[in-house]
């Protein structure tokens, strides 16, 4: 095996809770309006230092999507899915983005999220609740 090499993000950034590897940047949050079955989610446009699944169809609040799961190439944590096609004209402005499950996340503060199952969230996604 070879030697992994790691991105190393300067500012507030987002990072694995098992493994402290560095994900992504506050600032490309694009919402945090969003749900999955572990709680809150948020959508980034650029993530690093993951690995993708394979793509399968997924239903999920906001219709059908072809996603790939994504991993923490730290630690193999899955942390959350990209979108790869949103089957519906409305959401194809998440096609290539990213969502992070916040349970599953250190936040800029270091600190963790903690789980919320609040039905009331709404203009949400996430797996078939």
């Not at 493994?19 to 600032?27: S, V």
């Not at 230092?49 to 169809?57: F, I, R």
Request: hydrophobic share 35%.
């Amino acid at each position: 095996m070879g030697r992994l090499l790691l991105t190393t993000l300067e500012g507030n950034f987002y990072s694995c809770k098992h493994c402290k590897t560095h994900l992504a940047l506050q600032e490309d949050i694009i919402s945090r309006t969003f749900h999955c079955r572990h709680g809150k989610a948020y959508l980034f446009n650029n993530i690093v230092n993951v690995t993708v699944g394979e793509l399968e169809k997924r239903m999920l609040i906001t219709g059908l999507h072809t996603v790939v799961d994504i991993f923490c190439v730290g630690c193999g944590s899955i942390l959350g899915w990209k979108y790869e096609i949103a089957h519906d004209k409305s959401q194809k402005y998440k096609e290539g983005k990213y969502i992070l499950e916040m349970l599953k996340v250190l936040g800029p503060d270091g600190n963790s999220y903690l789980a919320s199952h609040d039905p009331q969230l709404a203009g949400s996604d996430g797996d078939d609740a």
